[in-house]
């Protein structure tokens, strides 16, 4: 069964920054295209960015897109994002998802997605 653990979530000022980290067991890492979604209370999921399963090729929402930056550890069978420039809208639960593609595609719908993380919280205070 494959399991997603999400980390690194906390309390930050804006303009900090934090590191998620997404630890993935019980699956084939490489065969997995990786993303990360948010949810802001009282609002919908919504895609953050992913990236496909080669370590090349990236997308992003436009709300993050030169503040945040996805990476993926293959050997470790992990998956990070980095968050720069945080503002106070940054807010939310973030959770990881893996989705089983072909190599070339990157996911950005949640319904792409098969397997989720239990989310980490993460404050941006202003």
């Known amino acids: 069964q494959v399991q997603l653990v999400e980390s690194g979530g906390g309390l930050v000022q804006a303009g900090g920054s934090l590191r998620l980290s997404c630890a993935v067991s019980?699956?084939?890492?490489?065969?997995?295209?990786m993303g990360w979604f948010r949810q802001a209370p009282g609002k919908e999921r919504e895609f953050v960015g992913a990236v496909r399963r080669r370590v090349d090729g990236e997308w992003y929402a436009d709300s993050v897109r030169g503040r945040f930056t996805i990476s993926r550890d293959n050997a470790e069978s992990a998956v990070y994002l980095q968050m720069n420039r945080l503002k106070p809208e940054d807010t939310a639960v973030y959770y990881c998802?893996?989705?089983?593609?072909?190599?070339?595609?990157?996911?950005?719908?949640?319904?792409?997605?098969?397997?989720w993380g239990q989310g980490t919280q993460v404050t941006v205070s202003s």
């Open positions: 019980g699956g084939t890492f490489y065969n997995f295209a």
């Open positions: 998802a893996a989705a089983r593609t072909v190599p070339w595609y990157i996911p950005r719908l949640g319904h792409e997605y098969d397997f």
